[in-house]
């Protein structure tokens, strides 16, 4: 069973000191009267896969349930991804994505390694992929949308996208993917050639027919 417990540090005596605890009651006791700015709080999230602890350290609580939640998932499954494995780069991790890409067509993986190359392996190729983190992707992504076209930015994010995909499916993640929904990308608009665009609102296309690529 996944367990989380709250590690928090405040200022005492000039000096910072450190507690862990289980619950949020006791960490509310413990930094009663500090000011917010001078407590920090880490999530730790452990879990059990046979007979393997593994742990990750998490700024948020959300963070930590979700990367609970999958650990508890392949720990039913008995499946125990190797932390070894996700400290391997990125660039590796894509290499073998595409070496895999065997029922695509060669254009196709071409395509797929040019992005890789141009557009992912110069500020990421070199991380360690657990390291990667939904920050890091969005900036990646709000950085290409600052230069190139939604579908543009829309075939580079899928390729992205799916070398994690890869590695979630190869039990090389210890965590979730830090692709996925939550990642803010351009928006596909419409748009009508004057010589024939209607001349009714009613013929017009409804918001709803309005896409986003995710």
Not at 196 to 201: C, E, I, Q
Request: net charge positive.
């Amino acid at each position: 069973m996944a367990q989380i417990r709250y590690r928090v540090s405040v200022p005492i005596n000039g000096k910072r000191v450190t507690r862990k605890f289980r619950t949020r009651a006791d960490v509310d006791t413990f930094t009663r009267g500090y000011d917010p700015k001078d407590i920090r709080l880490v999530y730790d999230a452990r879990v059990r896969v046979g007979d393997k602890e593994l742990s990750q350290a998490f700024k948020r609580r959300k963070d930590a349930d979700a990367w609970a939640a999958t650990m508890e998932t392949n720990r039913l499954r008995g499946v125990v991804p190797s932390p070894s494995q996700s400290k391997r780069p990125f660039r590796a991790v894509a290499e073998e994505w595409l070496a895999a890409g065997t029922m695509k067509r060669a254009s196709s993986v071409e395509r797929d390694r040019a992005i890789l190359m141009n557009h992912v392996y110069p500020s990421l190729g070199d991380r360690p992929l657990a390291s990667i983190t939904r920050a890091d992707v969005q900036a990646i992504v709000d950085s290409w949308a600052a230069k190139q076209s939604p579908s543009t930015v829309g075939r580079q994010y899928s390729c992205f996208r799916a070398v994690f995909g890869y590695a979630e499916a190869a039990e090389l993640m210890t965590k979730p993917s830090p692709c996925g929904r939550w990642i803010r990308t351009p928006a596909f608009v419409w748009w009508i050639a004057p010589s024939f665009a209607p001349t009714t609102s009613s013929a017009l296309p409804t918001p709803s027919a309005l896409t986003t690529h995710r």
